[in-house]
């Protein structure tokens, strides 16, 4: 009952207006249509308790029970669904459509790319006719869209706000360079992106004065250029106040200029950081429209990114990041799927930045205090920093008997590894399937010359995988059993285990250039200096 509602709801730009008097006094029609409903009502007003239902059209009385008022609901929900379809034609009001003329690209296949969270999402697909007409439907998606050729992946930015949306580019024209003919939200767009290129220019300007001029004991010439910057922003300000209300615009401009000053300003103005930050925490992160955008990649990306280039000290840019991930997870507490899609976002982001400290933070929250509302197999990624932190013992790899090989040899004894085997090991874990595998020995060919002196050990879960690679220096063995041990979930994972057999260094994402340059530092340090 509810969602009938609210496609009516949002669809009255498009009904008679009878229909709305219609839709909002059901009850008014159900009673004159429907004796028995009419009945019903006047249970409802008796002494009876709410449960009341009459027991037939004649011979009156009540009855109660709650599978009357289940039959109730049911009644007045396919009643809605009736007059919805009388009145809307079958084809329901969110059934909008992008369509158009792009003179410029005749017979060309062109996409509606749509989002949802940090993935992309196809729309809707059609092929341009001779003349570079197309109509594309986007259902009940609402957010940003990026109209694209196949061929070349050129787009347009398009707000897809539940209506209908024509568009045309004419000949000679790239495909940004578009002109809404209907859809006044994303005329506003074309304007306001405008405008701002314009502002954004004459900012630069000033702010390069001011810079100039800073020391300057000219106060008329500091007072103008002071004066010049504050009219932009009041006009950049009375931009964001004339955009619709609630409107896709109104939600997501404030967050496109985000997050543009944070790029800019760790550069060119740091003193700005902390009120990005303020910023930043202010925004609604479970938004559907914010989700249904590129912009909220840009956003999170582009937040730690300006901690992490802030100019403070490793440890206070850890600690901010820290405090960051905390108000996203607590942002995110009432929707269980969010977290779960922006937690293994920030862990992959956090490592690939090379944050491991916040990467291991986050990870060691998430178990403590978000567990319930993870996916298993990130839960599983995050057990890496969990158990098997720096330091930590190792869990014990072993082989059976003939499934181990040296040299080209298998050793019927099996292999253990064993503590003072080496002063270092590096552990290399293979998965059945693995694409990047044939790449990852050749690297390890190559640099073995400079390894062998430290005890390398290859692990594959998959027998015939293994079978096939027996023929390297180092000792190659399978065991399945051992990969749930580790926590592994990528094709390649590397681990390098102290002469105890302790996590000295926990390499992941996969970068086979750390391994390498580990021991490049072990070999030009000495014996003393390593230990």
Not at 6 to 35: C, D, G, K, Y
Not at 193 to 204: C, G, I, L, V
Request: hydrophobic share 40%.
């Amino acid at each position: 009952m509810q969602f009938l509602k609210s496609v009516l709801f949002r669809s009255q730009r498009r009904l008679p207006r009878s229909f709305h008097s219609l839709a909002m006094t059901e009850s008014a029609i159900m009673r004159s249509s429907f004796p028995w409903f009419a009945m019903t009502l006047s249970c409802h007003r008796e002494k009876h308790s709410d449960d009341a239902i009459p027991l037939g059209l004649s011979g009156g009385g009540c009855r109660t029970g709650k599978a009357w008022r289940q039959s109730l609901q049911s009644l007045k929900a396919l009643l809605l669904v009736l007059i919805s379809i009388l009145y809307l034609g079958i084809t329901p009001a969110f059934a909008a459509k992008v369509s158009g003329t792009l003179a410029a690209y005749p017979g060309q296949e062109i996409k509606l790319i749509g989002f949802d969270g940090f993935d992309k999402r196809n729309l809707a697909t059609a092929t341009t006719d001779e003349n570079g007409g197309f109509s594309l439907d986007y259902g009940s998606y609402i957010g940003i869209g990026h109209l694209q050729l196949a061929k070349t992946n050129e787009g347009s930015i398009i707000i897809l706000n539940g209506s209908d949306i024509v568009l045309q580019v004419d000949k000679g024209k790239k495909i940004y360079e578009q002109d809404f003919i209907e859809n006044k939200e994303n005329q506003l767009w074309v304007e306001y992106a405008k405008s701002q290129n314009t502002h954004d220019k004459a900012r630069q300007a000033w702010q390069y004065l001011a810079k100039l001029y800073k020391n300057s004991a000219e106060t008329d010439l500091l007072n103008l250029i002071a004066g010049q910057l504050a009219k932009l922003e009041e006009k950049d300000q009375a931009q964001l106040r004339q955009l619709p209300e609630n409107s896709v615009l109104s939600l997501l401009v404030p967050i496109r200029k985000l997050i543009q000053a944070m790029t800019k300003d760790v550069v060119r103005a740091p003193e700005n950081i902390p009120l990005h930050i303020e910023t930043f925490k202010k925004i609604d992160l479970t938004h559907a429209y914010l989700w249904h955008s590129d912009l909220l990649e840009q956003l999170v990306r582009g937040h730690y990114i300006m901690l992490e280039n802030s100019g403070n000290p490793l440890p206070k840019v850890f600690e901010l990041a820290n405090v960051s991930s905390d108000h996203i997870l607590k942002a995110l507490n009432t929707d269980a799927s969010k977290k779960n899609t922006m937690a293994k976002f920030l862990f992959d982001f956090l490592r690939k930045r090379s944050m491991f400290k916040s990467a291991r933070y986050l990870a060691l929250q998430l178990l403590e205090s978000h567990q319930r509302d993870l996916s298993d197999t990130l839960i599983k990624r995050l057990h890496v920093y969990h158990d098997l932190a720096n330091g930590k013992a190792a869990p014990t790899v072993e082989f059976k008997a003939n499934t181990v090989a040296h040299n080209g040899n298998l050793l019927d004894q099996g292999f253990m590894l064993n503590k003072d085997q080496s002063e270092y090991h590096i552990l290399v874990f293979f998965k059945a399937g693995c694409k990047s595998c044939e790449q990852t020995l050749d690297n390890m060919k190559i640099l073995y010359p400079r390894i062998k002196t430290m005890q390398v050990t290859v692990v594959y879960q998959d027998r015939q995988d293994w079978k096939q690679h027996i023929n390297y220096p180092w000792v190659s063995g399978w065991n399945p059993s051992v990969f749930d041990k580790f926590h592994i979930w990528q094709d390649v994972t590397y681990f390098i285990l102290d002469k105890d057999l302790k996590f000295y260094k926990i390499h992941l994402p996969l970068i086979w250039d750390y391994v390498e340059s580990f021991v490049t530092k072990m070999q030009s340090l000495s014996l003393k200096e390593r230990l």
